[in-house]
């Protein structure tokens, strides 16, 4: 992308990022490391850039629009008023604004949030998924007789992995119970209990409105750590270097079984109708069966993170990717406004 763009950065007013990371410890940035990398890197590709911290008021990007007219809004809101499902109505106030953004449309966001739907429209078209069932809050916990142990306890709509520890994994209906009491009492969601896939973690990055590009296939090496993605996995950096967990391309995989794996992640994609970008998450069976575990539009796109790194893998520089998302995100708009 040649144009000099304005391009204006919405994202959570904690993670406003400095002008330059010295001074700061490894710890420090890791907080808002995506908003500093993506910020800092429109600017150096020539952009003019503006971020905004947005979380109780929708005023404050109305007024930028019509003052500033950026030509595309770049989109790094996780979250609303503190709630992550509001994510969804910040990107239909931009569509109402009739101004391009990045990132997945308000009903993308919707379908996959909610991933008990998700599963059940993926299974709709014969794709693999854990059996599962979900426990309401305020409701007696008591487990289907289809679902068999080990079973994995996680939060119906909260991801980034909160609330996902070694203990998450139960083995009988007493610790089913405690755990997703705990599930209720921390997060206020209901819990989502699924099979227990023993295996590989498989992440699949996309790109695309239309025309998709699928990235490399990429896995999380657990290192020494139960394969699990909790939170210490995910995001503590002493954790992951005390366990030498790491991720990568992933290896020992079949032309044919990598080609599925592609495969499969196109058609959630587009069953889930998923645009801008996202990540597709598996569980890679012993058997070699990849289950879908769900889907992550707007992922995390740090310059350290997998997205970016299967996106180098595929020879796809930092810089470009992220004009590639501003491109789709503006292309997107010129479709919608010319129907």
């Not at 908003?35 to 850039?49: F, I």
């Not at 209906?173 to 997703?180: H, I």
């Not at 366990?243 to 794996?261: C, F, Q, V, W, Y």
């Not at 970008?277 to 992922?299: C, G, H, M, T, V």
């Amino acid at each position: 992308m040649k144009k000099r763009l304005r391009i204006l950065v919405l994202l959570h007013p904690d993670l406003m990022p400095p002008e330059s990371l010295k001074g700061f410890s490894a710890n420090e940035i890791n907080v808002w490391k995506t908003e500093y990398d993506v910020v800092s890197t429109l600017r150096k590709a020539g952009h003019e850039v503006k971020p905004l911290g947005v979380q109780h008021e929708l005023k404050p990007i109305r007024d930028e629009i019509e003052s500033w007219k950026p030509d595309v809004v770049f989109n790094l809101l996780e979250e609303f008023h503190g709630d992550t499902t509001y994510d969804q109505n910040v990107v239909s106030y931009l569509e109402l604004l009739r101004v391009p953004y990045t990132g997945c449309n308000p009903r993308g966001l919707m379908i996959a949030r909610g991933k008990d739907l998700s599963k059940k429209l993926v299974h709709y078209h014969r794709i693999p998924v854990p059996a599962f069932a979900v426990f309401p809050m305020l409701r007696k916990i008591q487990r289907p007789k289809r679902l068999a142990f080990p079973l994995i306890v996680k939060s119906l709509t909260v991801d980034a992995s909160e609330g996902i520890s070694q203990a998450s994994i139960v083995d009988n209906d007493e610790k089913l119970a405690e755990r997703v009491a705990f599930i209720h009492a921390k997060l206020s969601t209901p819990a989502l209990v699924e099979q227990y896939i023993e295996g590989r973690e498989i992440y699949v990055g996309v790109l695309g409105n239309d025309r998709l590009r699928v990235l490399p296939v990429w896995e999380l090496d657990f290192g020494s750590a139960a394969p699990i993605a909790t939170e210490n996995v995910k995001h503590n950096k002493d954790y992951q270097e005390r366990h030498k967990i790491e991720h990568g391309p992933a290896k020992d995989l079949s032309p044919e079984l990598r080609a599925r794996i592609c495969n499969m992640a196109k058609r959630i994609y587009r069953t889930l109708e998923l645009d801008g970008y996202a990540r597709i998450d598996f569980r890679l069976s012993k058997d070699n069966i990849p289950y879908f575990l769900e889907a992550n539009p707007n992922p995390e796109i740090a310059q350290s993170e997998e997205f970016a790194h299967a996106a180098a893998h595929d020879k796809i520089k930092y810089r470009d990717m992220l004009n590639r998302i501003v491109a789709l995100g503006i292309q997107r708009s010129r479709g919608r406004l010319s129907e």
